[in-house]
């Protein structure tokens, strides 16, 4: 049998033995369950955005107000509903309640429950201001067409010097909860790749491995094993979010357009960094022969894992700034910081072209050091074993 045959048996063991743990399929089924139930939620809480606005009138009104109201809510893309109370203490028990949002009063009084809306305040004037003047033009003699042309509001006409991305936040947000997903991944799978090594180690099932293959056989194909099933569950979150997505409505933003270049991000980065943290993973795992000791060890990869989930968080808010600006382009935090920035539209191509070749190449470093270390370490039981002692070891 060929070595790279040898190798696929080993990552299939390492997939099928990891895939189907309790934990890891109840834990996947729990996710997916949550991420499919979000999409609801969204429309559940976003659906009250939508109702009418409703204004409240009471005692004397100007004449033609109702016109007046419908024609300044268009001006401000709102849609309205007029309620009218027959007296003022009616009318203020309404506003206290909640049930409307603003009264005018004997068409003089714009009377509110606690905030002001300067919004409501210029729709509301500006209806009355137009009845009252539509009725001294018509008491003046005025057609109603010509008193129409009077108080027609002046055509006016607001442009911007650069077009607004609605969907700017939204795209921030999905790509931090994608490094999210991606920051627990890593974390995850890396661990099950130290604890793998450890196991193996404790139970000397290496031993009898290591009859038959070569060490470097062994990590690449617990690598390509627990890797394989990482995609998988990204696969599995990332078709539930999908789904989720296209269930979300929220106006003008559509999630699911969103969502597809956010997904691909994720399993981009996801390769560059498990790839990354794997090797590491594995060569501090093999450097203690139980699991009471793996907690320490690990201590290394998590160090250098937590200040990404930071940065992720900076960039979230600056995606500009120069923190996550240069953490995005050093190999240990690009694949959590670098989706945030590039969703934003802050990372410049060369900044990309960067953080990919820094990481493929620091990948490729730890896969060559790591694979020595984790040799070194393999065979070496009854207590820790510092790095460069297996390093050492390794070449003997």
Excluded: C
Excluded at 36 to 46: E, I, K
Excluded at 180 to 187: E, G, N, T, W
Excluded at 287 to 295: A, F, G, I, N, P
Excluded at 311 to 328: K, M
């Amino acid at each position: 049998m060929s070595r790279w045959k040898q190798v696929a048996l080993l990552a299939k063991r390492e997939f099928k033995e990891r895939a189907t743990s309790k934990p890891f399929l109840i834990t996947m089924s729990v996710l997916v369950l949550v991420i499919l139930a979000v999409g609801p939620a969204v429309n559940f809480f976003v659906s009250d955005e939508t109702e009418a606005t409703r204004i409240g009138l009471v005692g004397d009104e100007p004449a033609g107000i109702d016109q007046a109201l419908s024609a300044q809510a268009a001006v401000f893309e709102m849609e309205t509903v007029l309620v009218r109370y027959p007296d003022r203490a009616a009318a203020e028990t309404a506003l206290t309640d909640g049930d409307v949002a603003v009264v005018l009063a004997d068409g003089t009084e714009i009377v509110f429950h606690t905030d002001v809306s300067s919004r409501l305040s210029a729709l509301v004037g500006g209806a009355v201001d137009t009845s009252v003047k539509s009725e001294a033009l018509t008491d003046l003699g005025l057609s109603d067409g010509e008193v129409a042309a009077v108080v027609a509001p002046v055509p006016v006409t607001v442009v911007t010097l650069e077009a607004e991305d609605v969907e700017e936040d939204t795209k921030r947000a999905a790509a931090f909860v994608g490094t999210l997903a991606l920051y627990i991944s890593i974390l995850m799978f890396g661990q099950f790749v130290a604890m793998g090594t450890v196991e193996e180690k404790q139970n000397r099932v290496v031993e009898v491995i290591l009859s038959r293959v070569r060490p470097w056989q062994i990590l690449v194909g617990k690598v390509v094993g627990i890797g394989l099933l990482g995609l998988l569950q990204l696969a599995l979150l990332a078709g539930a979010a999908y789904f989720s997505a296209q269930m979300a409505d929220i106006g003008d933003v559509d999630l699911a357009s969103i969502g597809l270049p956010i997904i691909a991000g994720v399993f981009f980065w996801f390769v560059l960094g498990y790839t990354f943290y794997a090797f590491l993973y594995a060569a501090v795992g093999s450097t203690v022969s139980r699991q009471e000791d793996l907690q320490g060890a690990m201590m290394m990869p998590i160090i250098l894992i937590v200040p990404g989930y930071i940065l992720a968080l900076v960039a979230a808010e600056s995606p500009d700034g120069l923190v996550p600006t240069i953490g995005s382009m050093l190999p240990p935090w690009a694949p959590f910081v670098m989706p945030v920035r590039i969703a934003s539209g802050a990372a410049e191509p060369l900044e990309i072209l960067v953080a990919v070749l820094g990481t493929a190449a620091a990948a490729a470093a730890l896969v060559w050091i790591g694979s020595r270390v984790y040799a070194g370490g393999l065979l070496q039981t009854g207590g820790k074993v510092k790095l460069a002692e297996a390093w050492r070891a390794a070449g003997e």
